[in-house]
């Protein structure tokens, strides 16, 4: 079956950087946008950043613009996040997420993503 695994949540001083790692199995999503959402305690699953499956397109929520850099691996069935500039605003659970078909574009809303992850958690000190 399909799993997305991701991997490289922590705790940072604000300030510092986290690269987060998606390993996708089951299936290839080459052709597939990911993304990464995230939800913190009381609020909504919010969109961060995604990409498009041949990684031309990516977009970003406004508070990470200039912080945030998501890329993705194809050979490697694998997206990842770059999180520089971390502040305690960003601590939430951090979730991968993958459509299960191909979409022109990088939608934001969490109800055009089928497969998701278990998330990692990502607590920035300040």
């Known amino acids: 079956q399909v799993q997305l695994v991701e991997s490289g949540g922590g705790l940072v001083q604000a300030g510092g950087s986290l690269r987060l790692s998606c390993a996708a199995s089951?299936?290839?999503?080459?052709?597939?946008?990911m993304a990464w959402f995230r939800q913190s305690p009381g609020k909504e699953r919010e969109f961060v950043a995604g990409?498009?499956?041949?990684?031309?397109?990516?977009d970003y929520v406004d508070s990470v613009k200039g912080r945030f850099t998501i890329s993705r691996d194809n050979a490697k069935n694998t997206v990842y996040l770059q999180m520089n500039s971390l502040n305690p605003e960003d601590t939430a659970v951090y979730y991968c997420?993958?459509?299960?078909?191909?979409?022109?574009?990088?939608?934001?809303?969490?109800?055009?993503?089928?497969?998701w992850g278990q998330g990692t958690q990502v607590t920035v000190s300040s």
């Open positions: 990409i498009s499956g041949s990684g031309s397109s990516a």
């Open positions: 997420t993958a459509r299960a078909v191909s979409l022109t574009g990088v939608p934001s809303s969490k109800y055009n993503y089928d497969y």
């Open positions: 089951g299936r290839t999503f080459s052709s597939n946008t």
